[in-house]
């Protein structure tokens, strides 16, 4: 098994743990994905509006488009027909004037357009009113009950420590 030695951290590790990079010699960076994410994320951290800008542009092109149709699509493929019922009847109920949709969050009771939050799709009409962030905060709330989506090997919070292993 090839080796190579990360120029960050210093340490000998596989080549399945640095990213594929073409125009390398070996094929892939010269930094492990761990340093190389901790690089990404101080990076972003420290010039915030910048990465948000190109984050926003990159979003907008007809490629990342179709990627994020093709994921919803997949999104409620999985959740089953329960959740497409739902959505009808949530939004059939708005239409005919059955729920009324509120000018606040109803968790941090901002003054904003809230989206309605499904905690149970067998209760269509059972929504919660939240503002976009409380909304992904929910959702985040969810996950962490359900069990993680995430490795926690792939969210570095520091550059690692060891040297010259």
């Given at each position: ?13 596989p080549l399945a743990d ?48 179709k990627q994020l149709i ?96």
């Amino acid at each position: 098994m090839k080796t190579k030695l990360c120029i960050i951290c210093s340490v000998e590790k596989p080549l399945a743990d640095y990213y594929k990079h073409p125009q390398m010699k070996l094929g892939v960076l010269n930094r492990c994905k761990v340093c190389h994410k901790y690089e990404i994320n101080r990076l972003r951290a420290e010039n915030p509006e910048k990465y948000r800008a190109r984050d926003r542009a990159r979003s907008n092109t007809p490629e990342r488009r179709k990627q994020l149709i093709d994921k919803q699509k997949r999104k409620r493929a999985a959740l089953g027909p329960i959740y497409d019922k739902a959505h009808s009847a949530f939004a059939r109920a708005i239409k005919n004037g059955a729920v009324i949709v509120p000018d606040h969050c109803s968790r941090c009771l901002v003054q904003c357009r809230p989206q309605g939050h499904h905690d149970d799709y067998n209760k269509p009409l059972d929504v919660m009113w939240l503002c976009p962030i409380c909304h992904a905060a929910r959702h985040g709330e969810l996950g962490r009950l359900r069990g993680s989506l995430f490795n926690a090997e792939d969210k570095p919070t520091r550059p690692p420590t060891t040297k010259g292993k």
